[in-house]
Structure formats: C-alpha cells, structure tokens
C-alpha cells in the first residue's frame, strides 16, 4: 500500500494532520484482516478535510505475556513521539482517541486508499509478502520507490546493501538477506534501538515515490529489558552518524525528568520504561556505534517480511 497521496494532502507525520486525527469524528470504513489485532481503516473530518486513518482500538488487542503494562496503542503513539523529538518523522501521526471502539490508537494512513472492507482485506495481504517474493531491481520504475530489501546468491551484499543474514528460500535453498544501505533506513535504525522495537520486519517500511520513508507497527517497543529485533543489523557495530548522534544528544535533553518529552512519555508508558529509553540514549551515545545483537533474544523477528 505505497502509494502516491494527493498533493493537497499534508505530510502523514506533520503536526497539521496529527491535529485532525486527534479532533476530527472518526468513521470506520472496514477491518484489515491479515493483522493479528483489530486493525480498522478510517477517515476523520475536521474543519471541512478528510483524512484516511488507521485506527487499533485497545479492545482489538491481544495480551502479550512480556508487556504485562499498558496496551499496544499507547506504546505505537510513545514510539511517534520519540520520532517527532528525533526530528526524522520517520513515523506517521498517531494519537490515542477515543473512537467507535473505545479508546485506541490513530495513525494517519500511508499508500493507497482501499475501497471497501474486501480491497482493504486484499491490500494488507499483498503486503504481507513472502520472504521468495523480496527481489532487488536493477531498474525500478521511475515512479516506485527503490527496494529496500533483497535477497542475493552468494556470501556477499554487493555495493549498495548491507548484510542481514542468511535465509532459507525453499527447496532446501539459502540465500543472503540484505537492506539497502539507505540514509533513511540508517536513521531507522537508530530509532530502533531507542525504543527498543521487538519487531521490525520488512512490511512495516513503507517508501514513497516522494523520497520520503515511514515506517508503522511499533506496539512492541519500550521493553525494559533489550529486546531489540529486526532486519536492519547492517550497521551493527559501526560507528553512529554525526546526524544521528546530534539526534540523540537533543533527545537526551528532552528525555531529561520533567522536560516536555519526558511529560508526555510518562502518560504513555510506565517509569521503569521511560528510564529505560533515557539509558538506551545514554549507551548510544557513550558507545558512539549501532548496537549489536545481544544474543539472549532472537536478532531477527519471524516472519521476517
């Protein structure tokens, strides 16, 4: 669902569509039924503009037995708020809301708009590709965006992608997983590791035609232990950007008790949680690389796509 919004629509992870999906009445349209919670597809109306959404009430979710405190939602619109603080909007608007469901979580939509319930069914499934279907492009059409992920023959990710690790493909075949070495998914990365996301996997990343990159999914985040999986290890070990380590440093200082981001996280997530995010900045920085697998929980989430 990578599709081209209209050219009067605003940014998905600007402040001006985070206020709409906030204010505006939410309609539900129709339930995306290859996610494994209640995923809704909806529009809000504020002020004469409509906006497509996603919408994951509290009420859809199924318990998890490592995060026994807060829900999913809370910890989806935690991770915008940290994205917002680094300054890469790499995640779309997302507010908790009440809505036809109760209260829950609302993002605004990226990529195409689905029709009804069943093209919405349809579309989730076709993101939901199998690892086989992961091909690199030597010319991608001008008007897609790149991939970002593929797999190659042989023990070596080629110029432009890094290394992910090796993945079973069928009839007994393996084949090396790699990501593009990508300034977008790099800083992605970093965000990552700051919210401590349990769950990156490929259908998350969303590119668009415009150059810009989102990525969605985040309820499995801010666990206090590391529980750090996806399949952006590439960088794993180098040294960390000196965009990205300017980021952190802002971060750390509004991360700071009592600071405004600090405030916010504090009605989202639980202390324990928040302190945690301040150290897994802290290490970053003291540290001054990527983090590398911590070989007490599986590096990489499954499926991996």
């Given at each position: 669902m990578n599709g081209t919004p209209s050219h009067n629509s605003p940014a998905p992870a600007a402040e001006s569509t985070r206020e709409p999906l906030a204010q505006g009445t939410l309609t539900v349209h129709g339930r995306i039924?290859?996610?494994s919670n209640a995923v809704l597809f909806g529009t809000v109306e504020h002020e004469g503009r409509s906006l497509p959404c996603v919408y994951k009430p509290v009420a859809g979710e199924r318990p998890l037995w490592d995060f026994p405190d807060g829900n999913l939602a809370q910890r989806e619109v935690a991770a915008y708020e940290i994205s917002r603080a680094t300054g890469w909007d790499l995640i779309p608007a997302t507010v908790l809301r009440e809505g036809p469901y109760g209260t829950g979580m609302c993002q605004a939509w990226v990529?195409?708009?689905p029709d009804a319930e069943d093209d919405a069914e349809d579309d989730a499934e076709d993101d939901a590709h199998d690892i086989e279907g992961i091909e690199a492009e030597d010319d991608p059409a001008a008007d897609e965006p790149a991939p970002l992920l593929a797999l190659v023959d042989g023990d070596e990710p080629g110029e432009g992608w890094k290394a992910v690790g090796f993945a079973e493909v069928g009839d007994g075949r393996t084949a090396l997983l790699v990501h593009a070495d990508d300034p977008r998914l790099r800083r992605l990365a970093v965000l990552d590791a700051v919210i401590n996301n349990g769950d990156r996997k490929g259908g998350h990343l969303l590119p668009r035609p415009d150059g810009a990159l989102y990525a969605i999914d985040h309820g499995v985040t801010f666990h206090v232990d590391d529980k750090l999986r996806t399949l952006l290890w590439g960088w794993a070990g180098e040294e960390l950007t000196a965009e990205a380590v300017e980021a952190l440093r802002a971060l750390s200082?509004?991360?700071a008790e009592g600071a405004p981001l600090a405030v916010r996280l504090s009605r989202l997530l639980t202390d324990a949680e928040v302190e945690a995010a301040r150290k897994r900045v802290e290490a970053?920085?003291?540290?001054?690389?990527?983090?590398?697998?911590?070989?007490?929980w599986p590096a990489i989430p499954w499926?991996?796509?």
């Open positions: 039924r290859a996610a990529g195409e708009l200082a509004t991360l970053l920085l003291s540290s001054g690389r990527h983090p590398l697998p911590s070989g007490e499926p991996p796509v």
